[in-house]
């Protein structure tokens, strides 16, 4: 890749650019901080869709956050928008996106891309007879971008929450007297990406036996998917559902021993926040480059000949029998999961 040449006096002003969705935006936290060690004097702006803004809006790295409205991101509002992208020096698209490319068309400053791994995840889903190899990690993908500045990014992702946030959560965990709970996230955008949940009240019920408390994450409109399982942990003393705002569910997430996830941005927001993940894949696998990132994390996947049957998820097995799912059991997650071994990393 061509090296850019860097303006003397280092770059002014950088746009960063990702518009969804969670876990993607997460993923590219690496890259806005080795951004921000290279280019110490730049104001880094991100552009992302509202609902993601609070990935970025603590991080000390992140001078602004241009937040996108969700019913303002039509051609002719994106042609309007790219406008405030005149005064940047460098753009970081790392969503290469037809909606990124309208923003950054015709931009005085320089333009730098993530190269794609599209192709190869679609082999995984449509030509596994062509046997690809596994996608490079996401995070990955999106430091080449930085390659022509001969920068590198240093570890996984860190999400920074917010002193109200950790405040909230201090007194939270306070206040519920819960010593170093198991989270749970049971929810998916996708169907087909959430475990059965029967096996989930298992494992709640396990954790209650040991005296373990249990906090279940979700946005408010998952929970009534799961109401047999948020009435099990609601009756309990030590269990709550918790359906708050992205930096109160990072700060609480920091604040327990392991999490047992679905392949969904809440498993990357809990690995972002340094706690050890048990993440459950049902039509994904890992393969195509969402691993939850950094060391420790234990990954459950079957690989099933039929699996992954998709990119993002189904609303339905199109099989019917659901065996990437079904055929994950409460004793393998019980013992990935490891509630003896002291969890503190
Ligand atoms: S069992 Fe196979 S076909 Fe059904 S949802 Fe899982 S991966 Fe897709």
């Known amino acids: 890749m061509k090296p850019l040449q860097v303006p003397a006096a280092g770059f002014r002003r950088i746009a960063v650019l990702r518009l969804s969705s969670l876990g993607d935006v997460i993923l590219t936290l690496p ?55 005149e005064e940047c020096d460098l753009i970081v698209d790392l969503h290469g996106s037809a909606r990124t490319r309208v923003l950054t068309f015709r931009q005085k400053g320089r333009v730098l891309r993530a ?57 939270w965990i306070a206040r519920r007297g819960f010593d170093r709970p ?6 998916a955008r996708h169907a087909t990406k959430q475990w059965i949940e029967s096996s989930w009240i298992e494992i709640a019920d396990r954790l209650g036996k040991k005296g373990i408390p249990v906090l279940a994450f979700s946005l408010a409109r998952e929970k009534p998917t799961f109401g047999a399982l948020a009435a099990a942990i609601e009756r309990r003393a030590e269990g709550a559902w918790l359906c708050e705002s992205l930096p109160r569910m990072a700060a609480l997430l920091s604040r327990c021993r392991a999490a047992v996830t679905c392949d969904s941005g809440l498993m990357h927001l809990a690995a972002a926040r340094a706690l050890r993940v048990v993440a459950l894949y049902g ?36 099989l019917g029998h659901f065996r990437c799912m079904t055929g994950i059991t409460p004793d393998e997650v019980w013992s990935a999961l490891a509630v003896d071994v002291p969890a503190a990393r």
Not at 124 to 135: F, K
């Open 182 to 187: 198991v989270a749970i996230a049971p929810a």
């Open 115 to 171: 190269p794609s791994s599209r192709v190869r995840r679609l082999r995984w889903v449509h030509a596994r007879w062509s046997s690809p190899a596994a996608a490079a990690p996401t995070a990955e993908r999106y430091a080449r971008s930085l390659a022509p500045l001969s920068i590198a990014t240093h570890g996984a992702p860190r999400m920074t929450c917010g002193g109200e946030a950790e405040a909230w959560a201090d007194a």
């Open 283 to 318: 039509s994904t696998v890992p393969e195509l480059g969402f691993a939850p990132q950094g060391e420790g994390h234990a990954v459950l996947c079957r690989h099933e000949p039929c699996q992954p049957c998709t990119l993002h998820g189904r609303e339905r097995c199109p």
């Open 31 to 85: 890259v806005v901080h080795a951004l921000h060690r290279a280019y110490p004097g730049a104001r880094i702006e991100y552009w992302t869709r509202e609902e993601y803004g609070d990935v970025l809006r603590f991080d000390p790295a992140v001078g602004h956050v241009r937040a996108l409205e969700r019913d303002a991101m039509r051609i002719e509002d994106l042609v309007s928008m790219s406008a405030e992208l």
